[in-house]
């Protein structure tokens, strides 16, 4: 058996796994990697300037991939500095590997510079965490941490790697990897059981989430739609491209507001809920969102979110794709002449009042505020939508600034639109960075508010390192618009300490052309489409800071 050292054999594990860039941010305790990296030249190593964005942008990677990451920070206060980021990734069970590197085993006890319980730390956002102990012990451990990371419900898993681990050889069988095929269906019997119930429903409605990205069933789920003739919602935290927008059938994305979700709601009998956390609100409400004595039947592989908040009649663990790909014809089969007539007749009501109709609408209405000064940030985000090339991918975190984002711009592939997740803001301009990394062929146009941006800003370094095809649009309203609106709304007080960025304001422009990147401020609105349409076609990382409204009206 050949030797090899543990920084090697990490590295061999991980690109065995299918691993082709290693995010970090390096420290004296990962120095054993670096060392290594020289002889494995066909991994990519991408470096961020602080740990939260090395969590993000490999987070982006994924999302924008549907593949197993790795990144690797340092020490506690790396992983300290992660945390953030890692909520998010654990939010959206994004498949990641996070290591870091750990004070030699008995050293710690000293309790030296940096040291920390890294494993304690770790776990509350994790699937699994682990310290290394014994060099022969890696591929096993590596080989679980991916396999768990991959097995769905997805997530994160971390490993700590103490220095001696990384630094010691030995002759070690590197094993092999495994990935547990999930994609399951139900019995016959429950599928049975499905369809008569689906059949029975009068006023059937779909409410559609994030499984439907990670299943790879957009097409399925429009079909459903199509073959019941019903509505078709995205889950109130529409983060993701969760339903095809242009379908007949779509009405757009489940409101965060109890009462408006539960006056839509009322208009159903049955809630088919596909890989979704349907109902996630954002502030407390007395109004449930759920009407009394609505039915609920859930799919997914996610078993937590199963009957988590509401109980359903029926839910089933499985894959949704997999699921649709046999219900569909069990519904055609069972439902016969009627259900055909019955879906023709649905559509035909739903067409002056779906998602494109919607739109239309909504075009209108912005369009009337094209010569707005300052720049009015509804219209602006409609500008950027038009401006952006069709085979674009749209990272999302413009918060008030896109609030109709979702409405304009139409989702037709699972990678094509990515947004905040959890509500932790600054991951969008990091993540952008990583989707990019993942898509090099595609345009990855960044749309950003100006609070979320200066939590990650030097993500744009990497952005500018790597030479990506990404251009970052900065709505820049001078400070914290959403918290403004909801200290206005919720309390009554238009009193906003430490809620601006004035004296001094924020140069996007300057710290943009100091982290290299080529950059435009625009004030007026006859500039916005030309900057936008000649970034959005040239190569290299842009940054477009366009100065938006920035009052609150109660």
Not at 15 to 44: C, Q, R, S, V, Y
Not at 237 to 259: I, N, T
Not at 437 to 457: E, F, H, K, Q, T
Request: with cysteine; aromatic share 6%; proline share 6%.
């Amino acid at each position: 058996m050949n030797r090899i050292t543990g920084r090697s054999a990490f590295l061999a594990l991980l690109k065995d796994e299918g691993i082709t860039h290693l995010f970090g941010n390096p420290g004296t305790t990962e120095l054993p990697i670096m060392h290594a990296l020289k002889e494995h030249p066909d991994l990519t190593y991408v470096m961020a300037m602080q740990e939260s964005l090395v969590v993000a942008i490999a987070d982006g990677f994924s999302r924008a991939s549907g593949r197993l990451v790795a990144c690797n920070v340092h020490v506690a206060p790396g992983l300290g500095n992660a945390m953030g980021a890692l909520y998010n990734a654990n939010f959206t069970g994004t498949p990641m590997i996070l290591t870091a590197g750990q004070q030699e085993q008995g050293h710690g006890l000293m309790e030296p510079m940096l040291y920390g319980p890294l494993v304690r730390i770790a776990e509350p956002l994790v699937k699994w965490a682990i310290e290394v102990t014994r060099l022969e012990d890696l591929p096993r451990i590596v080989r679980r941490a991916a396999k768990v990371a991959t097995t769905p419900p997805t997530g994160p898993v971390f490993m700590s790697l103490p220095g001696d681990i990384l630094n010691s050889e030995a002759g070690v069988d590197l094993g092999h990897s495994t990935r547990v095929d999930t994609r399951v269906k139900p019995s016959d019997e429950a599928l049975q059981t499905l369809v008569q119930r689906i059949l029975r429903a009068e006023r059937p409605v779909i409410i559609a989430g994030d499984e439907i990205v990670k299943s790879d069933a957009l097409n399925e789920a429009a079909l459903l739609s199509m073959t019941l003739g019903c509505p078709a919602y995205q889950q109130s935290v529409a983060y993701g491209a969760h339903f095809l927008s242009e379908s007949p059938c779509f009405m757009g994305s489940v409101s965060r507001v109890q009462k408006q979700t539960r006056d839509m709601l009322g208009a159903y009998d049955l809630m088919i809920v596909l890989g979704a956390d349907p109902l996630r609100m954002s502030v407390h409400s007395e109004i449930d969102p759920l009407p009394n004595g609505m039915a609920i039947v859930q799919i997914g592989l996610v078993d937590w979110d199963l009957a988590k908040n509401y109980a359903a009649e029926m839910a089933l663990k499985a894959d949704v794709k997999e699921t649709l790909r046999v219900l569909i014809p069990a519904l055609k089969a069972a439902g016969g002449t009627g259900l055909e007539k019955r879906a023709k007749n649905g559509i035909a009501a739903l067409a002056s009042k779906n998602w494109t109709a919607q739109r239309t609408r909504l075009v209108d209405e912005i369009a009337k505020n094209r010569d707005c000064t300052p720049i009015d940030p509804d219209w602006l985000t409609l500008q950027v939508v038009e401006a952006m090339p069709a085979n674009a991918i749209l990272v999302d975190e413009g918060l008030t600034a896109s609030r109709y984002m979702p409405a304009l711009r139409p989702n037709r592939d699972r990678f094509g639109y990515h947004a905040l997740a959890s509500g932790g803001i600054g991951w969008g301009l990091p993540a952008s960075v990583g989707v990019s990394l993942a898509n090099p062929n595609r345009s990855v146009v960044c749309y950003s508010g100006d609070g979320s941006a200066m939590y990650s800003i030097q993500a744009l370094w990497t952005a500018a390192h790597h030479k990506l095809p990404l251009t970052v649009v900065i709505a820049n309203n001078g400070g914290y618009r959403i918290i403004k609106q909801r200290l206005l709304a919720f309390h009554q007080s238009d009193h906003f300490i430490g809620m601006d960025f004035v004296d001094p304001s924020v140069d996007f422009v300057g710290i943009a052309k100091a982290l290299g990147l080529e950059a435009i401020r625009i004030t007026e609105a006859k500039d916005v489409a030309p900057a936008l349409v000649s970034s959005f076609a040239r190569p290299g990382a842009k940054l477009v800071e366009v100065v938006v409204e920035g009052s609150v009206k109660a």
